[in-house]
């Protein structure tokens, strides 16, 4: 198994520091010890008990869960309901109208405050310009939009109408926004002119025209958002503006009841073949597991809290812990639309101070960036309002968690170190602020209502102590129902592993007292900044340029990012690929990975070989390719066919130029 944890297994538990909840924070916290019990003692029940308490329903559900189709689950079946009255409307109705939902601020400091009567309108509107740009219920909706409020709206509009939405990241490209448009058949993508990122104004709408330039597509309509007011081509009778058909539509709209198995999202995210997955979630289950996460892991108070998770929508974390969570729980949020360091290296900190936010999630990476900066920068702030801190998204290493809880949570605030992933919808392994006594660097236990362990390659739990990979072994409603239009993919990729139990393809270790340790991928799958990224979409991205005749590409350590993305490419001499220098080849191959896929996935280093290590049925042996970009010796290359090609690779690195 890969140890891709920075600080490796062995420094891992040999951590010994220890953070029980103080007696005050137990006291008020809004989950006690005794829910493990009892969801225990009946696990649908204890679900089918938070539907009913967190959310209501247009229709109530007399069943719970029905397995009987494995491994498609169905929760609460026959019962009905619609995400966006839960999240919304539902507040209005109870006198809660005036309370903040959320407080935007933008990269530039413009800032929109709006509240829960507020929020119905715009997303009210904004459904009836849907319905009249043709949308319907079970239509898919693709968005392309910076990290506004026009996205929060959107994805209710979408919700209040029953269209799953298919959030696509700004960061990715025009080539994989379309192959994300095709796989879904969106009739409508809703896409801005573009976002503030790093001080300037970074365009979207070209890559939308630039997809829907590609070939055939589904899609009817643009409507775009103004957001920077910079120029933009226009296809009329396709393209829409917000501002003419969103803002000029009535704000009432009845919600569309939806039955509990009706598809609230699909969201693409990277697996270990070259395709992106479409994994798909449905409403009710979906929508209890978040409501009770969020009110669980965080101790959420509605009334006084002010909570910020620092995720873009275009991520799962965005879906469930940004729209749907916290405002099903009818919490106060900032959203904020830029980088952490615009215009300075303080502004999260300024942001805190300013709202007073009392709960911040984000991701280890940007722990790690503000320990490089300097503790002196947050300590520039009022940062007491916190109470509680949460991570999520890769493994956090001891280190940054003790900063994260001394300089950011004032030695005072609990850590909740969340283990999740789209596929799982919501969270499933973390500490309860109130109840754990916490250890740096460990997810912990599974959450009340969630089973799950650690087994070895035969499927048997492993005992203390010891490592293998991590299994849910029993169903939760906010599992994925699928992968959209791939059922037996699905089928294939997490529940082929091991019999009858969910493979998330993450190895874990359990500790002396059963707590389990994440340790990373144990497949293709590369975790940079906490963004998903497969090695196979990363080759064939390379492979595709006229110059590359074989890729290989690894994720090796990298102290700020978790891992960094490094290719070994094969040039073809014959076609120009030999002639370029080694800068050249960079360059040029790091722009065309950002082009096929995005920014994000562009390789940190690419270097150039002659062969690349193969065994004898010619599998790449990227475990020897991963010494190599770790600058470690080179571990045992006996089953390679041709034993000293790594000795060629070694040479060909040292060799000047
Ligand atoms: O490897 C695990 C890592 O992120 C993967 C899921 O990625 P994604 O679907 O993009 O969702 C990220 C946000 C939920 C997992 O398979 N991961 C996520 N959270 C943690 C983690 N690894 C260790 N510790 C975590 N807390």
Same mark, same amino acid.
């Given at each position: 198994?890969?140890?891709?944890?920075?600080?490796?297994?062995?420094?891992l538990?040999?951590?010994?520091?220890?953070?029980?909840?103080?007696?005050?924070?137990?006291?008020?916290?809004?989950?006690?010890?005794?829910?493990?019990?009892?969801?225990?003692?009946?696990?649908?029940?204890?679900?089918?008990e938070?539907?009913?308490?967190?959310?209501?329903?247009?229709?109530?559900?007399?069943?719970?869960?029905?397995?009987?189709g494995?491994?498609?689950?169905? +929760?609460?079946?026959?019962?009905?309901?619609?995400?966006?009255?839960?999240?919304?409307?539902?507040?209005?109705?109870?006198?809660?109208?005036?309370?903040?939902?959320?407080?935007?601020?933008?990269?530039?400091?413009?800032?929109?405050?709006?509240?829960?009567?507020?929020?119905?309108?715009?997303?009210?509107?904004?459904?009836?310009?849907?319905?009249?740009?043709g949308?319907?219920?079970?239509?898919?909706?693709?968005?392309?939009?910076?990290?506004?409020p026009?996205?929060?709206?959107?994805?209710?509009?979408?919700?209040?109408?029953?269209?799953?939405?298919?959030?696509?990241?700004?960061?990715?490209?025009?080539?994989a926004?379309?192959?994300?448009i095709?796989?879904?058949?969106?009739?409508?993508?809703?896409t801005?002119?573009?976002?503030?990122?790093? $001080?300037?104004?970074?365009?979207?709408?070209? &890559?939308?025209?630039?997809?829907?330039?590609?070939?055939?597509?589904?899609?009817?309509?643009?409507?775009?958002?103004?957001?920077?007011?910079?120029?933009?081509?226009?296809?009329?009778?396709?393209?829409?503006?917000?501002?003419?058909?969103?803002?000029?539509?009535?704000?009432?709209?009845?919600?569309?009841?939806?039955?509990?198995?009706?598809?609230?999202f699909?969201? @693409?995210?990277?697996?270990?073949?070259?395709?992106?997955?479409?994994?798909?979630?449905?409403?009710? $289950?979906?929508?209890?597991?978040?409501?009770?996460?969020?009110?669980?892991?965080?101790?959420?108070?509605?009334?006084?809290?002010? @909570?910020?998770?620092? &995720?873009?929508?275009?991520?799962?974390?965005?879906?469930?812990?940004?729209?749907?969570?916290?405002?099903?729980?009818?919490?106060?949020?900032?959203?904020?639309?830029g980088?952490?360091?615009?215009?300075?290296r303080?502004?999260?900190?300024?942001?805190?101070?300013? @709202?007073?936010?009392?709960?911040?999630?984000?991701?280890?990476?940007?722990?790690?960036?503000?320990?490089?900066?300097?503790?002196?920068?947050?300590?520039?702030?009022?940062l007491?309002?916190?109470?509680?801190? $949460?991570?999520?998204?890769?493994?956090?290493?001891?280190?940054?968690?003790?900063? @994260?809880? =001394?300089?950011?949570?004032?030695?005072?605030?609990?850590? !909740?170190?969340?283990?999740?992933?789209?596929?799982?919808?919501?969270? #499933?392994?973390?500490?309860?602020?109130?109840?754990?006594?916490?250890?740096?660097?460990?997810?912990?236990?599974?959450?009340?209502?969630?089973?799950?362990?650690?087994?070895?390659?035969? &499927?048997?739990?492993?005992?203390?102590?010891?490592?293998?990979?991590?299994?849910?072994?029993?169903?939760?409603?906010? #599992?994925?129902?699928?992968?959209?239009?791939?059922?037996?993919?699905?089928?294939?990729?997490?529940?082929?592993?091991?019999?009858?139990?969910?493979?998330?393809?993450d190895?874990?270790?359990?500790?002396?007292?059963?707590?389990? +340790?994440?340790?990373?991928?144990?497949?293709?799958?590369?975790?940079?900044?906490?963004?998903?990224?497969?090695?196979?979409?990363?080759?064939?991205?390379?492979?595709?340029?006229?110059?590359?005749?074989?890729?290989?590409?690894v994720?090796?350590?990298?102290e700020?990012?978790?891992?960094? !993305?490094?290719?070994?490419v094969?040039?073809?001499?014959?076609?120009?690929?030999?002639?370029?220098?080694?800068?050249?080849?960079?360059?040029?191959?790091?722009?065309?990975?950002?082009?096929?896929?995005?920014?994000?996935?562009?390789?940190?280093?690419?270097?150039?070989?002659?062969?690349?290590?193969?065994? =004898?049925?010619?599998?790449?042996?990227?475990?020897?390719?991963?010494? !190599?970009?770790?600058?470690?010796?080179?571990?045992?290359?006996?089953?390679l066919?041709?034993?000293s090609?790594?000795?060629?690779?070694?040479?060909?690195?040292?060799?000047?130029?």
């Open positions: 198994m890969t140890d891709t944890t920075p600080g490796g297994l062995e420094n538990l040999s951590e010994d520091r220890r953070f029980p909840p103080s007696s005050e924070f137990a006291a008020q916290a809004n989950v006690h010890r005794d829910a493990y019990a009892w969801a225990d003692a009946d696990r649908p029940a204890f679900w089918a938070q539907a009913r308490d967190l959310l209501d329903w247009t229709t109530p559900f007399h069943e719970v869960l029905d397995w009987s494995a491994p498609v689950a169905r +929760w609460f079946a026959d019962g009905r309901l619609n995400a966006a009255y839960n999240a919304v409307d539902r507040h209005v109705e109870a006198g809660r109208g005036d309370r903040v939902a959320l407080h935007f601020e933008g990269e530039g400091g413009d800032t929109r405050t709006i509240t829960y009567a507020d929020l119905q309108r715009e997303v009210s509107k904004a459904a009836n310009a849907l319905a009249a740009l949308v319907e219920t079970g239509d898919r909706v693709a968005i392309y939009l910076p990290l506004i026009e996205a929060v709206f959107t994805m209710l509009a979408c919700a209040r109408i029953g269209a799953p939405h298919s959030v696509v990241f700004g960061g990715f490209s025009a080539e926004l379309y192959s994300r095709v796989d879904a058949e969106a009739k409508l993508v809703v801005a002119d573009g976002g503030f990122r790093r $001080g300037a104004a970074s365009a979207l709408k070209p &890559a939308v025209d630039e997809a829907l330039a590609k070939g055939e597509s589904p899609v009817e309509h643009v409507l775009v958002v103004r957001r920077t007011g910079q120029d933009v081509a226009w296809t009329e009778g396709r393209d829409v503006w917000w501002s003419d058909t969103v803002d000029t539509a009535s704000d009432e709209h009845t919600p569309v009841a939806v039955d509990a198995e009706h598809p609230l699909i969201l @693409y995210t990277s697996g270990t073949t070259g395709k992106p997955k479409g994994i798909f979630h449905t409403t009710g $289950g979906y929508l209890t597991q978040a409501a009770y996460t969020h009110k669980a892991v965080f101790d959420l108070k509605a009334e006084t809290d002010v @909570y910020w998770c620092t &995720a873009d929508i275009g991520w799962i974390t965005g879906h469930t812990y940004v729209v749907y969570g916290p405002l099903v729980n009818g919490a106060t949020q900032v959203i904020y639309e980088t952490p360091d615009t215009p300075h303080g502004r999260w900190w300024e942001i805190i101070e300013k @709202y007073k936010v009392s709960i911040l999630y984000t991701a280890p990476t940007a722990i790690r960036t503000c320990m490089k900066w300097g503790e002196e920068i947050p300590s520039k702030f009022d007491s309002s916190l109470r509680v801190l $949460g991570s999520v998204g890769e493994p956090i290493n001891p280190e940054a968690w003790v900063w @994260y809880r =001394r300089v950011i949570g004032g030695d005072r605030t609990p850590i !909740v170190d969340t283990w999740w992933q789209t596929e799982t919808g919501a969270i #499933m392994i973390s500490p309860l602020p109130g109840v754990t006594t916490t250890k740096p660097g460990s997810a912990q236990v599974p959450l009340p209502g969630i089973a799950a362990t650690v087994v070895d390659d035969d &499927a048997h739990p492993v005992p203390d102590g010891s490592g293998g990979y991590l299994v849910v072994t029993e169903p939760w409603p906010s #599992m994925l129902r699928g992968i959209w239009g791939d059922q037996e993919r699905y089928a294939d990729t997490y529940w082929s592993r091991f019999k009858d139990l969910y493979f998330a393809g190895g874990a270790k359990k500790d002396d007292d059963g707590d389990i +340790w994440l340790l990373g991928r144990v497949d293709d799958v590369m975790n940079v900044s906490g963004h998903r990224l497969s090695t196979t979409e990363i080759e064939s991205a390379l492979v595709s340029h006229p110059w590359v005749a074989e890729a290989a590409v994720g090796a350590t990298d700020t990012t978790g891992q960094a !993305v490094v290719a070994f094969i040039l073809r001499g014959d076609a120009g690929g030999g002639e370029q220098s080694a800068d050249e080849v960079q360059t040029t191959l790091r722009n065309h990975v950002a082009k096929e896929i995005g920014p994000i996935a562009k390789p940190r280093q690419i270097l150039v070989v002659a062969e690349l290590p193969k065994t =004898r049925s010619g599998k790449i042996m990227r475990r020897l390719l991963r010494d !190599v970009a770790e600058h470690r010796q080179v571990g045992d290359a006996t089953t066919a041709d034993a090609v790594m000795d060629l690779i070694a040479q060909g690195l040292s060799a000047p130029g």
